[in-house]
């Protein structure tokens, strides 16, 4: 692929780390200021809608700057026909798998005491008592990071590292990048997400499937959170119902095999 048309894998890289520099010194500093003039809780939301916004900053400039094609450089192309539909079943399947999977990992690799309580702390901060908290948090979590996150990561990294390796080896660094990026004991969850990101990116050369895929994934776990949606009459000894398990992992299959299907023209190499 000619590099004058997306960015080298290797200045992607970068720009890509001072987005995330960009990010989180901008949410840390917006924080602060606005703390003492509307309190902890609106000003956290707000730095991470202001957070999440910049992340993608230095990438759009870069793009611009250097004259890249910037739909092709972000993957800013229509979706195969019928994609959309898939992927929204693949999400919603999705979610209780993952809960198992999470469930599964705990038994298997059960986190140190202290990274308990980093996710515990996390999960809570993610808590909202008010409904102008949880507006903010829905557009800054769940509209915002959905676009921004992925803009970056399957659009501008992926595409990118595509140039120069292969395709699996790309959406395998992409996500790795993702997932470390997150700060989460829950490195490996986060990984896997991210890979099925760059997958459906990767088939689709569009970024609009993953990005729906995104918000759905963030507006459940948000929703869990904050409405206490732990599936809990469905959980014995700690695991999904089959009842739940079986027919999640069924419509996630087959909505996963049509979409392979339907977008063979991208096949991975």
Known sequence: MDFRITPEKNSALWITILGIITAFATAAIIGVLLVPLIGLDSSKWIALIIGEAMIVLPALLYVRAREYDFNKSFRLSKPPKGTIILVILISFSL????YELDALFSQLLPLPPFLNEYLDKAIGSLKVDS???FLLLTLGAIIIAGISEEVLFRGFLQKSFENSVSQIRAVMLSSLVFSL???????????????????????????????????????IAISVINWDLTL??????????????????????????????????????
Do not use: C
């Open 181 to 219: 990026v997150h700060f989460s004991p829950q490195l490996l969850q986060i990984f896997l997400l991210g890979a099925l990101l760059g997958y459906i990116a990767l088939r689709t050369n569009s970024l609009y499937p993953s990005i729906i895929l995104h918000m759905i994934n963030n507006a």
């Open 131 to 133: 409904v102008g908290s």
């Open 232 to 269: 809990s009459i469905y959980y014995s000894k700690n695991h999904l119902s089959p009842l739940i398990i079986v027919p999640a992992l069924i419509i996630f299959g087959v909505a996963l095999r049509s979409f392979h299907t339907k977008t063979a023209s991208g096949e991975i190499n």
């Open 95 to 98: 979610q209780p798998l993952m």
